[in-house]
């Protein structure tokens, strides 16, 4: 009959043994963008899609999705990170058909739904405008603590806002997981965005 401290020590090994087979499946993920899952909130809005559909964040449930706010005016930092993000979506290949670019407006007053259509399209097909009221568009940006403020016009009415530029990144379930910026490298959207698909 084999003792019990024996049994103990063959219990306890093989334990160990499946502990560490289990750890072996895990799939451990590193993140090229900064990871923020614990701090970022889910995915919540109540805005109005380029189409002039009202949309909410269920409608993209199942698809990954970047958050941006910016406005079709702006003269540098939108066009460009909005180029990275298209970028990264086509280099996806077939999965980028499950990522969605969702553009805020900050600029409510130009950003007609005609317009922001037009620009959103000219960069992605997986792009979509979204606007409504100020206090819509603020409640959106308060929860994801942006800041934006009109500058000053000039004689032709004309102005610049004045926004944060940081991209935000949602799982397929709507749960917030990454920041980036403009600066981010296209090839860095396209690693992280992919291992969220493969989730």
Not at 147 to 168: L, P, Q, R, T
């Amino acid at each position: 009959m084999m003792k019990p401290e024996r049994r103990h020590l063959l219990l306890a090994g093989a334990a160990l043994s499946l502990g560490l087979m289990l750890t072996g499946c895990g799939k451990k993920q590193h993140w090229d963008l900064d990871y923020v899952g614990t701090v970022l909130p889910n995915l919540k809005f109540d805005l109005t899609a380029d189409t002039g559909q009202k949309v909410t964040a269920k409608d993209y449930e199942g698809k990954v999705v970047v958050l941006y706010f910016g406005y079709t005016h702006c003269p540098d930092v939108c066009p460009l990170t909005m180029s990275h993000l298209a970028e990264a979506v086509k280099e996806l290949g077939p999965q980028g058909k499950d990522v969605r670019i969702l553009f805020v407006s900050v600029d409510p007053a130009r950003d007609t739904l005609p317009v922001l259509h037009a620009y959103t399209q000219a960069f992605s097909p997986q792009a979509v405008g979204l606007t409504g009221t100020m206090e819509q568009i603020q409640d959106v940006a308060k929860r994801y603590h942006v800041a934006f403020d009109d500058g000053k016009k000039d004689k032709y009415g004309n102005y610049v806002v004045n926004h944060s530029a940081a991209i935000y990144v949602f799982s397929k379930s709507g749960r917030g997981t990454l920041i980036g910026s403009d600066q981010s490298p296209v090839k860095s959207i396209v690693h992280d965005l992919r291992q969220l698909l493969d989730d």
